[in-house]
């Protein structure tokens, strides 16, 4: 079975645009999961979706925007960019229907850079 | 809220030697899962090992396995028998345990480098 996958590999954008990363789940998997990982830093805790749902949110602020679509693929959005986004976003499913399926399943991230 | 820590930046090993990373965590929760994420120089992070906070024995999957010291708040990995494929940033992780999957997401220390020489 393939595992997470996401969209595009790299993206270099310029300050004040707008940016769409995708990703999709394992197959099974209803949750998604986005964090944020700085250079020379753990991820950061983004956003959870779960059935299409938010259902968790982290420290970030509102030019950040998350979906998920029915097939429980998701998108992230990031407004107005700031050089400080430059970073490597990383998504994650897991399919929360018992204790034994919280692990979350990382995909390969996608890289933002902010010139 | 919760805090991972862990305080060893960089560590370096010969090869077929024995490593153990340090972690400690900081939280008034009661149930929760801990983890261990491996991200090689390609950047996918890779589920090690997983640890519910509810069972006292200690996981282990082949060569590697955790002392988790729930009262301490502490949960270390040790690598056996290392190979130069396990060079990578080595991640400890906190999850609350709650329906939906833990909706605070993953609390990630900061990692530690780890190199095998050979």
């Known amino acids: 079975d393939a595992g997470v996958t996401q969209s595009p590999t790299h993206l270099i954008k310029t300050r004040g645009q707008q940016v769409t990363l995708r990703c999709s789940p394992i197959?099974?998997?209803?949750?998604v999961s986005w964090y944020q990982q700085v250079l020379g830093q753990g991820p950061q805790f983004i956003f959870q979706?779960?059935?299409?749902?938010?259902?968790g949110r982290g420290n970030f602020p509102d030019r950040f925007s998350a979906r998920q679509f029915p097939n429980y693929s998701s998108e992230l959005n990031v407004n107005a960019l700031l050089l400080g986004d430059s970073a490597l976003y990383l998504c994650?499913?897991?399919?929360?229907?018992?204790?034994?399926?919280?692990?979350?399943?990382f995909g390969p991230g996608t890289r933002l850079t902010v010139l | 809220a919760q805090t991972v820590t862990q305080s060893q930046p960089e560590m370096s090993v010969q090869e077929a030697e024995t490593v153990t990373l340090s972690c400690t965590y900081d939280?008034?929760?009661?149930?929760?899962?801990l983890f261990w994420y491996k991200q090689p120089p390609s950047r996918q992070m890779i589920l090690v090992i997983r640890?519910?906070?509810?069972?006292?024995q200690n996981a282990t999957e082949n060569r590697f396995s955790v002392n988790f010291q729930k009262a301490a708040k502490s949960f270390s990995l040790k690598i056996s028998d290392s190979q130069l494929g396990d060079t990578a940033m080595y991640f400890c992780?906190?999850?609350?345990?709650?329906?939906?999957?833990?909706?605070?997401?993953?609390?990630f220390g900061k990692g530690t480098h780890l190199i095998i020489q050979p």
């Open positions: 994650a499913s897991s399919f929360p229907s018992s204790r034994a399926s919280d692990t979350q399943y």
């Open positions: 979706y779960y059935e299409k749902e938010e259902r």
């Open positions: 939280t008034s929760e009661s149930n929760y899962y």
């Open positions: 197959s099974g998997h209803k949750s």
């Open positions: 640890q519910e906070a509810y069972k006292q």
């Open positions: 992780a906190f999850m609350k345990q709650g329906s939906g999957g833990g909706a605070d997401g993953l609390t």
